[in-house]
Every structure is written in C-alpha cells, then in structure tokens.
C-alpha cells in the first residue's frame, strides 16, 4: 500500500528553527509537496521537490531525498503566524497526490 | 480573481437525502479534484477531472457522483447521503495533470445526521 508518515503535532518557540520530516512510501514518484493548513481554511501550496536536494524560500526550505524516501520542511525564525497543520503530498505513479494526516505545529511565544 | 469558490460553507443534512456541492473555478486549470478532510487521516480523492468531458474515481468514489459539463464547474452530489460521509470537502484544480500544483477552495463542512 502507499503510505505518507508525519509526525502529529509539534510545539516550537516564537523565532526558533523548526524541521518537519516525512517520509513516504507510494507506488511511483513523480514529485513532492508541503501544503499549509491554518484551522479552518484550505491547504496552500508552499513548496514542491523533484529531484533531490534543498529549496529555499524565504523563511521556509524543502529537502528531498528520492533514494530514502525522506522529505523534511524547515521553518526558520517562526512566527505565531506559523501556528498551522503542515501537510506532505506525493505524486504517485498515476500523478494522483497522496496526502499524510499533516502536521500540527504549534508556537509558543 | 476569486479563484475556486464552494458552496455551501456549510450543511446539515439528514440521512437518505441528496445534496449537490457546488465548486467553480475562473482559473481556466484544465484539472478539478474533489477530496474529503477527517480529523487524523490525510486528505482523500474522491473523484478528478483532467478536462472538460472527463471524469475519473479517486480512492473513495462510493457513494459519491460528479459531473463536468465545462471547464469552470465541478459539482460534486450525494445521492442519498449516510453520517460515514460527514466530513469537510474541499474542491482543487491544476492547470495541467501531471505536473501542476494544486490550489484548494474554502471548504464545505457537511454534517449528515
């Protein structure tokens, strides 16, 4: 079966560096994506890895390892604005998404 | 623009009746997807679209049947609804299929007693 394994809940300080793993297993890869959930509201892209190695964004930066089937998201100088469920997606086989439950990431001044 | 938009925010609904959930997009993406969000599972796809004309079953299709006559529409209906599908459903498209990000609308949160 395809599966997608994140942690459930985190807690991090106010300006603090937070990392978020995943790791996965699916039939085929054709991509990875971190989504951004704040309660209540629909997911929002934040970043997608196909090949392996980091993307940087501003505060928030992706890694992909293809051969561990390991992605991380890293949060730096967080924000009480980061307060939200983190979710990590991949791209089967059948470029169908498959999404982990997501991580909630809480942040505490 | 308003990109993907649903209706409605909300729904009580009681059991054995039907409802059609509404979601438009003025993003001209080729692709739509319907997904359903429970507490502690990741999101689901219940049904896709890759363009106008065509539709295909995700993982948890039952019970569930969509339509899309046009590009901007992709409803979503129930036809005799039971409490196993109360949960919050979000509709998405893409631009393309294979290699597009995926941007979501707001959300319908359906309670099925």
């Known amino acids: 079966g395809q599966n997608i394994d994140q942690p459930t809940e985190m807690t991090a300080t106010e300006g603090a560096i937070v990392q978020i793993n995943c790791t996965y297993q699916t039939s085929g890869f054709n991509g990875l994506f971190w989504y951004q959930q704040h309660a209540g509201e629909a997911p929002t892209f934040l970043s997608y890895?196909?090949l392996d190695g980091l993307e940087e964004k501003g505060r928030f930066s992706s890694f992909l390892s293809r051969s561990k089937g390991y992605s991380y998201l890293l949060l730096k100088e967080l924000q009480m604005k980061d307060s939200a469920s983190y979710l990590c997606a991949v791209r089967d086989s059948n470029y169908q998404l498959i999404w982990g439950a997501g991580t909630k990431l809480i942040i505490k001044p | 623009t308003a990109g993907i938009t649903q209706a409605p925010t909300s729904q009580i609904l009681a059991a054995g009746r039907s409802m059609t959930l509404r979601c438009t997009q003025d993003?001209?993406?080729?692709?739509m997807y319907w997904y359903r969000q429970d507490l502690g599972l990741g999101l689901r796809l219940i049904h896709y679209?890759?363009?106008?004309?065509?539709?295909g079953k995700g993982e948890v299709p039952d019970g569930y049947s969509v339509s899309r006559a046009n590009t901007d529409d992709f409803p979503l209906t129930l036809a005799s609804a039971v409490p196993s599908q109360t949960s919050v459903y979000f509709c998405a498209s893409s631009e393309g299929q294979t290699t597009d990000t995926q941007y979501f609308g707001p959300g319908t949160r359906l309670t099925v007693l």
């Open positions: 679209s890759n363009t106008a004309g065509t539709t």
């Open positions: 993003m001209r993406h080729n692709a």
């Open positions: 890895n196909v």
